[in-house]
């Protein structure tokens, strides 16, 4: 579930921009206790109760933006990449369960004879639940012959697929960092904009304005987000003039994670073991953190983001690299030490544009003057992208993919499925590719137009590219100048 509310979106954008624009005039340090009054200059209120309340959620805001956690309180999750503002969350209903107007008010009193924590009490025209009281066990709901008690349940952790949030004895949220997979999708499910992720924005900013070599690393799910006539060139030029030194596709390290993955995949093929992708960060999350017994079935190959920065790196190892793409849990990615020489930062489609504002540059039309990937990377977006691309490199290989057994989950209730059935070994499968958003990282939770609407747009823009083949394209580059596994 997502939610598009214009004023939650306003708020956000905004903030993101001011943030982006101090620091580009390097004044952001000076100012930045600043913005919450320019915000919301007051007298009246524009969206809470009162202006107090607005401007201490832009202030955390800006925190967010500026990469540390919202409150300057300590606070277990406090290195979350995913956090909740909690002035923004004091508005959500505090009980689950609710009396709706339904209620009879019968004789038989079935809800409060069923609760057994004496939660409930006869008010003058319906049954009242005390939260303070209530253990959230379901039994008046169950119990009520009218109906009459609904089943509130907050849209953040409804929509979270590992029931990694709960509330706290004052009803607001509570990430838990160990069971979190930074997917992002409560995030977009708030309708009180109370979740949030911390951003590279002042980051990266201050390394341009250093004169540190900063380069952008563009997703492939980018490609038709913004019309059929916006372009990877066009994409380039503006990433130049917001202060870039080069834009890579990286639908480029798709073809590298793909000519890697094939390798595995053959070699487990044979060894009679079985195989997942790695270059989806939520869905390798949610096996380290909820299925840790199959953490060997991963692929050691990287992700196509990490392959980039890597071979942007062995050129040049004082480089900055900076992925951007509808994905939030790239940045956690981006976050584990483990995987040297990947990104150092990651932006959101929501993000970049905020720093394209800043510097009032725009995307312009511009016909594509160089191809980095296969269609095959550029298409390693897509749901089924990533198979597409391995089958065709296995058989660039001269190997013979017709007898594997690939299994493809998108969405988080497809792969918690998959991987269970792996867990208790009866999945009829080979290898599995899982993609924790719907339809592949093209419906990350940071898109800028949902698959539906920018499909065609996409496909358009993909067709015109050549049809070299996946190593056909590697061909063009050092590939051993750096590594493609995580553990050699």
């Not at 059929?228 to 990433?239: E, H, Q, V």
């Not at 590719?433 to 609407?453: D, L, T």
């Amino acid at each position: 579930m997502l939610t598009n509310d214009a004023n939650i979106l306003k708020i956000k954008h905004e903030v993101l921009y001011q943030v982006a624009k101090l620091a580009y005039e390097g004044r952001f340090d000076e100012e930045k206790e600043e913005i919450a009054y320019r915000l919301i200059p007051g007298p009246k209120p524009q969206f809470r109760c009162c202006i107090y309340k607005e401007r201490e959620i832009v202030r955390q805001r800006v925190r967010l933006a500026e990469g540390k956690c919202p409150t300057e309180t300590s606070h277990s999750g406090e290195h979350n990449i995913i956090q909740v503002i909690e002035s923004a969350c004091a508005d959500c209903p505090l009980s689950h369960y609710i009396v709706t107007d339904n209620c009879r008010k019968c004789m038989a009193k079935a809800c409060q004879q069923s609760c057994k924590f004496g939660a409930i009490s006869m008010g003058r025209d319906r049954a009242y639940i005390d939260p303070n009281k209530c253990k959230e066990c379901g039994m008046c709901a169950k119990n009520c012959p009218y109906n009459a008690i609904a089943d509130l349940i907050r849209p953040c952790k409804k929509t979270c697929p590992v029931n990694a949030i709960t509330m706290d004895e004052d009803g607001i949220c509570v990430i838990d960092e160990d069971k979190c997979i930074n997917c992002g999708q409560c995030i977009h499910a708030c309708p009180f904009g109370a979740i949030g992720s911390k951003t590279d924005i002042v980051s990266i900013i201050k390394d341009m304005l250093a004169g540190k070599k900063v380069i952008a690393m563009v997703a492939p799910a980018l490609e038709g987000q913004f019309g059929n006539d916006i372009s990877m060139s066009s994409i380039r030029t503006a990433c130049l003039k917001i202060g870039f030194a080069d834009m890579v596709e990286v639908g480029l390290g798709g073809d590298m994670t793909a000519a890697y993955e094939a390798e595995e995949w053959v070699e487990a093929y044979k060894e009679g073991k079985k195989k997942t992708t790695s270059c989806c960060p939520a869905f390798v999350n949610m096996i380290k953190k909820h299925f840790p017994e199959l953490n060997d079935y991963i692929s050691t190959t990287v992700s196509p983001m990490c392959a980039v920065s890597r071979m942007l790196k062995a050129k040049d190892p004082e480089t900055k690299t900076v992925f951007i793409g509808p994905c939030i849990a790239k940045k956690s990615e981006a976050q584990d030490k483990s995987l040297e020489g990947n990104a150092d930062y990651v932006l959101t489609i929501g993000e970049v544009r905020a720093m394209l504002r800043a510097k009032e540059v725009k995307l312009e039309p511009e016909e594509n003057q160089t191809q980095q990937a296969s269609v095959f990377g550029k298409r390693f977006g897509n749901g089924g992208g990533v198979t597409a691309a391995v089958v065709r490199s296995m058989e660039e290989m001269g190997e013979d993919p017709s007898g594997l057994k690939i299994e493809k989950c998108s969405g988080a209730a497809e792969c918690k499925k998959i991987l269970t059935l792996l867990k208790v070994g009866k999945l009829d499968a080979d290898f599995v590719e899982g993609m924790m958003c719907e339809g592949g990282c093209v419906g990350g939770p940071s898109r800028h137009r949902s698959e539906m609407q920018f499909k065609k747009d996409r496909d358009q823009l993909i067709n015109e590219a050549d049809g070299r083949g996946v190593h056909e394209n590697l061909m063009e580059y050092d590939m051993e100048s750096f590594k493609m596994h995580r553990d050699k």
